[in-house]
């Protein structure tokens, strides 16, 4: 060793490092002399292309701190007798135990090595070599450092596969459970960047079984994340590399390009290229070349599934579209099971009521033409009897003709495809014809028909529909209003509806009455006051039409013997008539 040459290497107070790639080594000695004998010692160091960074503690303490702020020291060059006699050996137990560092080599050098006995310290303490400052000439410090720098790299590189094997395992789980083959091609280049421990960028390349020179970009990571889609949005270099993978069928490490490649199961080919900050080592490689060889089961679980998804999602479309069909066709048997039961039942009562209702005028018009025939007969005919017996069979006659204008109405409303007109009208000037045109009627009985209503009143709807209804109510009123007694139609127009209400001095209605009156074939106890024949229809039909029309059919009475109201509300001009 030259004496008369030394080189003083200033200590880096922030314990960073100064030279990318180098070894870092941690002289921890409470002796300034040792840190500057071991900086020239080792001065011109260098193993592998890598020389030496020399960080220096004066404490145990303060050796403590630097490693946990850098776990990257390879070797602790540790002096045992510092702040206490045991400093040192302290210091081990925290490395190990409290730092969790089993891989810095630690070099134990000792200025009293009967403070601390060799073979005692080397059975009790996790160290890794031993020496006595005296025998610790350069040569023997070039030694012991070496051969500690050579474990600690193969710690490392045991170290560096664990942790990518361990990867490798969870983004098997990871990658198996993604079911997009987009999303795994993204997690493929997230994972190979994880193993490697650096920045890359990179692409994923996809090329089906039989598709020539068609490739699709799956995914891109780092300068490359743009890329997506065909195989055209590639750089002419990016496709040449690509293409010659496939060619090769093989794996490729070219400086910091790598270059995987992988084929399915079911004739499809993979290919991943990474370009990293860094060429990649032996182990990085046989990691990489490991994950790459879980790609193609992989991709084949991804694109069994989509396809299986697929096929899924047709099924179920073919399943909801028969349903669907199943559905409307339950549903048309349902209505039309229940147009079939309303028809029968509809039929029934019909029938029942032409052999209830008509049979007393047929019987009354046979008598009145027996009479009349036995009139005949006689030798000299009274005239007047005759034609008092032709006037009531015209009367009778007529009562029926009513009676099946009525069956006919209420048919015609029940159809399920009955429509009605929706155009201008004025319901006064309506309800004024239908007062008039029943005038005579209520003129027989002594009755008198007021009409209240301003004019006009807009309204709108079906003009003959809404005749046939008013006609209903002021017959109605008629009907059951006692001789001479008045009746009172009252025509109201407001923004939204018109209203008609017909109000009559007739028996009035019960509260129970008033819920079932607008019913089919509803008799209720009232009895026309003259005689005058009744279907049980007019009322429903009534009701049928007003909601035709998007309104209503209201009944209400304030009790027995004090008559009762009967209003139908409909949309004005002003309004919006239901559909």
Same mark, same amino acid.
């Given at each position: 060793m030259n004496e008369d040459v030394v080189e003083i290497v200033e200590d880096d107070p922030q314990g960073k490092p100064t030279e990318a790639g180098a070894w870092t080594v941690l002289v921890v000695d409470d002796d300034a002399a040792v840190h500057e004998g071991t900086?020239? !010692?080792?001065?011109?160091?260098?193993?592998?292309?890598?020389?030496?960074?020399?960080?220096?503690?004066?404490? #145990?303490?303060?050796?403590?701190?630097?490693?946990? !702020?850098?776990?990257?020291? !390879?070797?602790?060059? $540790?002096?045992?007798?510092? &702040?206490?006699?045991?400093?040192?050996?302290?210091?081990?137990?925290? /490395?190990?135990? &409290?730092?969790?560092?089993?891989?810095?080599?630690?070099?134990?050098?000792?200025?009293?090595? *009967?403070?601390?006995?060799?073979?005692?310290?080397?059975?009790?303490?996790?160290?890794?070599?031993?020496? !006595?400052?005296?025998?610790?000439?350069?040569?023997?410090?070039?030694?012991?450092?070496?051969?500690?720098?050579?474990?600690?790299?193969?710690?490392?590189? $045991? &170290?560096?596969?664990?942790?990518?094997?361990?990867?490798?395992?969870?983004?098997?789980?990871?990658?198996?459970?993604?079911?997009?083959?987009?999303?795994?091609?993204?997690?493929?280049?997230?994972?190979?960047?994880?193993?490697l421990g650096v920045d890359c960028a990179g692409i994923l390349v996809l090329r089906e079984s039989g598709q020539g020179e068609d490739i699709a970009v799956l995914a891109g990571s780092g300068c490359y994340r743009d890329h997506s889609g065909s195989g055209s949005s590639l750089s002419e270099e990016l496709r040449t590399c690509v293409r010659d993978a496939l060619e090769r069928r093989g794996h490729a490490f070219e400086g910091v390009r790598t270059v995987l490649y992988s084929r399915t199961g079911s004739g499809r080919e993979v290919v991943v290229v990474i370009e990293s900050a860094r060429p990649l080592s032996e182990t990085d490689r046989a990691l990489v070349e490991l994950f790459s060889s879980r790609l193609s089961v992989a991709f084949d679980n991804v694109l069994l599934y989509e396809e299986l998804q697929e096929a899924n999602a047709r099924l179920e479309e073919r399943v909801v579209a028969r349903t669907s069909e199943l559905i409307r066709a339950n549903r048309r048997l349902a209505d039309q099971r229940a147009d079939l039961r309303r028809a029968n039942q509809l039929k029934s009562e019909i029938l029942g009521t032409v052999a209830h209702d008509l049979k007393n005028p047929l019987a009354v018009i046979l008598g009145r033409a027996e009479m009349l025939e036995d009139l005949? *007969?006689?030798?000299?005919?009274?005239?007047?009897?005759?034609?008092?017996?032709?006037?009531? /069979?015209?009367?009778?006659?007529?009562?029926?003709?009513?009676?099946?204008?009525?069956?006919?109405?209420?048919?015609?409303?029940?159809? =399920?495809?009955?429509?009605?007109?929706?155009?201008? $009208?004025?319901?006064?000037?309506? #309800? %004024?014809?239908?007062? &008039?045109?029943?005038?005579?009627?209520?003129?027989?009985?002594?009755?008198?028909?007021?009409?209240?209503?301003? #004019?006009?009143?807009?309204?709108?709807?079906?003009?003959?529909? $809404? %005749?046939?209804?008013?006609?209903?109510?002021?017959?109605?009123?008629?009907?059951?209003?006692?001789?001479? #007694?008045?009746?009172?139609?009252?025509?109201? *127009?407001?923004?939204?509806?018109?209203?008609?209400?017909?109000?009559?001095?007739?028996?009035? =209605?019960?509260?129970?009455?008033?819920a079932r009156v607008f019913g089919r074939f509803q008799r209720l106890s009232a009895k026309p006051t003259a005689g005058e024949g009744s279907t049980g229809l007019g009322l429903s039909i009534v009701r049928r039409i007003a909601e035709l029309h998007g309104g209503e059919a209201q009944a209400t009475s304030p009790g027995p013997g004090l008559g009762a109201t009967f209003t139908i509300r409909i949309p004005s001009s002003n309004g919006n008539p239901a559909a």
């Open positions: 900086r020239f !010692a080792l001065f011109d160091y260098e193993l592998d292309g890598r020389s030496l960074e020399i960080l220096s503690a004066y404490s #145990a303490r303060e050796g403590k701190e630097i490693l946990a !702020a850098r776990p990257d020291v !390879a070797i602790v060059l $540790l002096d045992v007798v510092m &702040e206490t006699d045991d400093a040192g050996l302290r210091l081990v137990d925290e /490395i190990r135990r &409290e730092l969790g560092n089993r891989t810095v080599r630690i070099i134990l050098r000792t200025g009293q090595p *009967g403070q601390a006995p060799e073979r005692a310290v080397i059975v009790d303490y996790d160290i890794n070599d031993y020496k !006595a400052k005296t025998e610790l000439t350069a040569d023997k410090l070039f030694t012991s450092v070496t051969a500690a720098l050579r474990g600690y790299q193969q710690l490392e590189r $045991l &170290e560096a596969t664990r942790r990518g094997l361990e990867i490798i395992v969870d983004a098997a789980s990871m990658l198996f459970d993604l079911r997009s083959v987009r999303k795994l091609a993204q997690g493929v280049l997230t994972q190979i960047a994880t193993l005949l *007969g006689m030798p000299e005919p009274a005239r007047d009897t005759m034609r008092a017996q032709v006037g009531h /069979i015209r009367e009778t006659a007529r009562q029926l003709t009513d009676m099946v204008g009525t069956l006919v109405a209420d048919a015609m409303n029940d159809a =399920l495809d009955i429509s009605i007109r929706r155009e201008p $009208l004025d319901l006064a000037a309506l #309800a %004024r014809e239908v007062i &008039e045109a029943n005038r005579p009627l209520a003129e027989r009985k002594g009755q008198a028909i007021a009409l209240e209503a301003p #004019a006009p009143v807009p309204a709108i709807g079906d003009q003959d529909r $809404l %005749r046939e209804a008013i006609e209903n109510l002021v017959s109605n009123a008629i009907k059951y209003s006692p001789i001479g #007694a008045p009746i009172s139609v009252a025509v109201t *127009g407001e923004t939204e509806e018109a209203a008609v209400a017909v109000r009559d001095r007739g028996p009035g =209605l019960m509260p129970e009455d008033v």
